[in-house]
């Protein structure tokens, strides 16, 4: 922070969207929602634009895991492959900005080092190239016609737009929440031998979760229970006494761009939700300020699994942390 405000200088800032779908899938259902955009903000110097970026910051929500748990050094996965990427073709510093990734993961073939870079510079190929062709965009691309011995404007060389200066404004709420209501460790226990019995010794969460969705929810409570208290599986629940709320902040850095961050692990319908009906670009970040555990869509907790299973919060609490922040950023955008 320190550097970046000795060396600062003016800039104007492009912004544009990125469409890869070779990244990432929905790990709860392979045809479930998955966002398959990547939003770009492009800050080049007033001074010299197309000479190099002084930034170039890139919110795309995926979870950094083609490495995996038995990874026993310190990475920063596909998103430090990609910065990589980006900063040796456009300059400057790029920064990777997580989205609403609870429930995407990466697509891979292996858990390699080798496999990490290459997705890495995959998302990093689409960010450069879109990043480059807007700031060629607006610095008046054009082609010469020798019939007429004179250069022409070429139009239709992107999506992307400058963003319009405007104050800078920020915007911060604490949003009530409830806690997820358990049942007793003795009731699980009980459904749980019903259903063992039931199921004829089936283990596997896949099958529990289409065969009877409240007991496979109780399964997997369970599991949570039993091999990872660090989540809020335990009796009482492990969360700082009297929380009853989770932050939501947002900033307008432009007359039509804004990020929007949200606590914990949103499911990817969030964004969504969030972006709709908000003019211009809105980055979506999740981890912001809280680590909030999981945080399903409200029509996600009837299906179970593992993140429902270790989700802290009762149901629809993504959808009101996604209209408080719809909110502030109407209230910032006046």
Known sequence: ??????????????TVSAPFALMSANRRDPAGPHDQTAQIVLAEPTGNPGGGAIAVLVNF??????LEHDTCRYSADFPGAMRQLV?????????FLQGCAGDINPVFTEHTPAERTRAGALLGTA??????????QQAGARVINLSLGTELPVTGQGTGRPVAPAPLRAGLARVPVTARQRPPHDAVRRELDSLRTALAGETDPLVLAGSKP????LWIEDLLVTQAQQFDGTDPPVRPPGEDTLPVQVFRLGADLAIAALPGEPFTGIARQIRAGIPGAVLVAGYANHAAGYLPTREEFGHSGYEVGAS???PGTAERLAGAAAALLGDIAR
């Open 1 to 14: 922070v320190c550097q970046a405000a000795d060396t600062a200088e003016p800039a104007r800032l492009l």
């Open 214 to 217: 409240r007991e496979a929810e």
């Open 127 to 136: 960010c450069a190239h879109h990043a480059l062709a807007v700031s060629r």
């Open 312 to 314: 802290q919060y009762s």
């Open 61 to 66: 929500p995926c979870h950094p895991t083609v």
């Open 87 to 95: 900063e040796s073709v456009c300059g400057g510093t790029a920064v």
